[in-house]
């Protein structure tokens, strides 16, 4: 299975502080999403990095990915109590097959 | 960007009935869907790829004579719970991929299912 494995499971901080959030994976992929889900919610798409990309940004989010270790992290600047979520990554394999989740990260954000 | 809708949001059944959840790819065309299920502070598991035209498959420990899946459109994939029991409760959530997009997957908000 290529599905990935997140780090660490739960995690609280104080609102301004920054969140960092790792996934580990298998086998190799064609890319690698990010999805945040509120309670009881569906899922929204934060941001998709592909193989042969280091890293990527949008807004207060960073998303790094390193091919050779076969992880990727997340990183949520400046955090904000509506962060408070869980947060998965999902891989795709290089045959496009099917998006296989990760266990996920609970985010705690305190105010 | 592309929407993918589901229906129902919510459904309660009683044991031994069954209950049909439908995903719709609403903009684009979807040759492949895919179906998973989420149990409470759990991830989303695979359940099956569903490709237009042919029979779905399922991945392991999944029944398929009890999760029947249709893909007859290429917008259109229904999955179909077989005489539910309390512990198929869960949430489904569909997703659908748009081959003219990069294969980029899209997916429902989800339809929580209740079996009494």
């Known amino acids: 299975s290529q599905q990935g494995e997140e780090d660490p499971q739960a995690l609280s901080i104080q609102e301004g502080e920054n969140a960092t959030m790792n996934c580990s994976y298998k086998?190799?992929?064609?890319?690698l999403q990010w999805y945040r889900q509120n309670s009881g919610r569906g899922l929204v798409h934060l941001i998709l990095?592909?193989?042969?990309?280091r890293e990527k940004h949008s807004g207060r989010l960073r998303v790094t990915l390193d091919t050779s270790k076969k992880s990727s992290s997340l990183l949520i600047t400046a955090s904000r109590a509506a962060d408070t979520a869980s947060y998965f990554c999902?891989?795709?394999?290089?045959?496009?097959?099917?998006?296989?989740f990760g266990p996920g990260t609970s985010l705690s954000v305190i105010p | 960007g592309a929407v993918v809708s589901q229906h129902p949001s919510w459904v309660i059944c009683k044991s031994g009935t069954s209950v049909k959840i439908e995903c719709r790819s609403l903009?684009?065309?979807?040759?492949?869907m895919f179906w998973y299920r989420q149990f409470p502070k759990q991830s989303l598991m695979l359940m099956a790829t569903?490709?237009?035209?042919?029979?779905?498959?399922?991945e392991q420990g999944v029944e398929k004579d009890k999760f029947l899946i249709n893909h007859a459109s290429l917008t259109l994939s229904t999955l179909t719970v077989t005489s539910a029991h309390p512990e198929d409760s869960s949430f489904y959530i569909c997703?659908?991929?748009?081959?003219?997009?990069?294969?980029?997957?899209?997916f429902g908000p989800g339809t929580r299912l209740t079996v009494t």
């Open positions: 086998t190799s992929i064609n890319n």
């Open positions: 990095i592909r193989s042969n990309e």
């Open positions: 997703s659908a991929r748009d081959a003219a997009d990069g294969g980029e997957q899209y």
């Open positions: 569903s490709n237009e035209g042919s029979k779905a498959t399922y």
């Open positions: 903009d684009f065309q979807a040759t492949t």
């Open positions: 999902a891989t795709d394999g290089t045959s496009y097959d099917k998006v296989i």
